[in-house]
């Protein structure tokens, strides 16, 4: 179905009583410690609501949003994106409450949500320690509005960008698509836009385009890395490739802020369309489709091939804008799910039962920490992916892959990296393996910086390094999950994604 064919998904009659029922329980003081807030829309308007008050919005017809009631405090009231920069900030304000936290483009990122048709009747928010002990208690976490779990580091360096260093400004993710296929030099259709549906603009003010646009550009995205983390370490020396790009470019202080749920395969399918997680379709890792009373999977080892099969008709690529300008471009997708109209792509090899060689274990290849390798096995097969990743990013460049020869450079690379999520998640993101992840990510994307210079084409080359979401240390101590509160209440309903909750449905 087209975008504009959606009907928001309003809470329907017949699950008001349940969802008044839930709310009073989710917002009474006995849950505050893990509940920041429940986000749900009826009406025609949104509601964000929390032990300490409520707020009441809705669209104003100009792309803004109106403020209808408070009551309280609002829990959204504060939306700056400024907030707990630099790092010493962010560690002197470790898990602030509510009152103290910023949840920037709030109203904008609850309303997407609820756009799109599968959407839950409440969407909860963990609190910002909270640690989700039955998950696996991470010690680092993400997926809420807070300012933390939202912002991705952003750098933005070469061919057709301004080199001014950091500076203190934002954006959002859905603004990489738009600003890459501008470094391209890819014409805007009539009303101003690269993509069909996008969210996005085009960071105008780190570009200049004078000298001419940027042959091929090359988006790295290091999962959910902490961005206060990577600046850091790369003004202090341990992420050489990383401050070299920064070195000669654009790095976002304050961040880009992923799309509402701050997760995985949401955002990362943003990226490369340019739209919010309710407009292009990946509306969680895991949702539940009442039309088909299916539950939907997508982001699993199982599931990642085909995943993009539940984006909506009519979503857009960078791939997609490239090959319409230009029909014999070659565009590839490293390690990427969201691999839309990509001529290369990893997940073309599973589609086709054609897996690479997959090495056993990650010793003795190349950037991988052993001290961590050993103890961790998430540590250990994200470094094995992401060196298949590297060495696949490093064969295009040179001009083959395994079997397969590429007389094109690539005019667009998407390279995804996981280990810094899996690192960041396993120790929080203050922590060493999280360290040795960012280390290890900068080694190997500094084998991909080689290539491309290799291949004699650097200084026409753009390169934009991103996240996918944030990454927020937990309180082992703040544990525990509203279900059981909600259960024992006698409310049916299931839970997917952790927090988008589906009332009246049997749980799955
Ligand atoms: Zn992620």
């Not at 009826?42 to 803004?64: C, H, I, L, M, P």
């Not at 259709?189 to 993509?195: A, I, P, Q, S, Y």
């Not at 290091?222 to 990383?242: C, I, K, Q």
């Not at 944030?470 to 703040?478: A, K, R």
Request: a negative charge.
């Amino acid at each position: 179905m087209a975008l504009t064919d959606q009907t928001p998904a309003w809470l329907t009659p017949e699950c008001e009583a349940d969802a008044d029922a839930a709310l009073a329980i989710l917002t009474d003081s006995a849950l505050e410690p893990i509940v920041d807030m429940v986000l749900l829309a009826r009406n025609g308007a949104y509601e964000a609501r929390s032990a300490e008050g409520s707020v009441q919005f809705r669209r104003d017809g100009n792309g803004g949003y109106e403020v209808l009631d408070t009551e309280g405090t609002s829990p959204i009231a504060d939306q700056s994106t400024d907030r707990f920069v630099p790092l010493e900030e962010e560690v002197a304000h470790k898990n602030p409450r509510r009152r103290d936290n910023a949840y920037p483009h709030a109203f904008d990122h609850t309303a997407q949500l609820f756009d799109h048709p599968a959407a839950p009747d409440l969407c909860v928010l963990h609190s910002a320690d909270h640690n989700w002990e039955d998950q696996g208690g991470h010690r680092g976490e993400h997926g809420s509005l807070g300012i933390i779990q939202a912002r991705a580091p952003l750098v933005l360096a070469g061919k057709g960008v301004r080199n001014d260093g950091l500076v203190p400004r934002s954006a959002r993710l859905v603004d990489i698509a738009p600003t890459v296929l501008e470094l391209l030099g890819i014409d805007r259709d009539t009303d101003g836009n690269h993509l069909n549906g996008q969210d996005g603009v085009v960071l105008s003010d780190s570009l200049d385009l004078s000298a001419g646009s940027a042959k091929h550009v090359v988006v790295l995205l290091f999962d959910g890395t902490n961005s206060n983390v990577l600046y850091d370490m790369a003004a202090r020396g341990e992420a050489p490739n990383v401050a070299r790009l920064m070195g000669m470019g654009t790095a976002y202080q304050h961040g880009a802020m992923a799309g509402m749920p701050t997760v995985t395969l949401a955002n990362h399918t943003s990226v490369v369309t340019g739209r919010l997680p309710g407009h292009h379709g990946i509306l969680h890792n895991a949702w539940f489709d009442r039309r088909t009373g299916q539950q939907v999977i997508t982001n699993s080892n199982a599931t990642w091939p085909t995943a993009m099969e539940s984006c909506v008709s009519g979503v857009d690529s960078i791939h997609d804008a490239v090959h319409r300008a230009e029909p014999g471009a070659f565009t590839a997708a490293v390690n990427e799910p969201c691999d839309l109209g990509a001529d290369y792509s990893t997940f073309h090899f599973f589609r086709r039962g054609d897996v690479p060689p997959i090495p056993k274990s990650p010793e003795g290849l190349p950037h991988t920490t052993d001290r961590f390798v050993r103890p961790s096995k998430d540590y250990s097969w994200s470094s094995v992916v992401d060196h298949m990743g590297a060495d696949q990013a490093v064969g295009i460049w040179g001009g083959s892959y395994r079997d397969e020869s590429y007389a094109q450079l690539p005019r667009f690379m998407f390279c995804n990296f996981t280990l810094t999520d899996s690192a960041m998640h396993e120790g929080g993101p203050h922590s060493e393996v999280a360290a040795a992840a960012v280390r290890d990510s900068d080694g190997r994307m500094g084998e991909i910086l080689t290539a491309v210079e290799k291949a004699g084409v650097f200084d026409d080359t753009a390169f934009v390094l991103i996240a996918d979401h944030g990454m927020e240390e937990s309180d082992p101590s703040v544990n525990g999950d509203w279900d059981v509160a909600l259960r024992e209440a006698g409310l049916t309903f299931r839970d997917e994604g952790y927090g988008f909750l589906y009332l009246g449905e049997q749980p799955g």
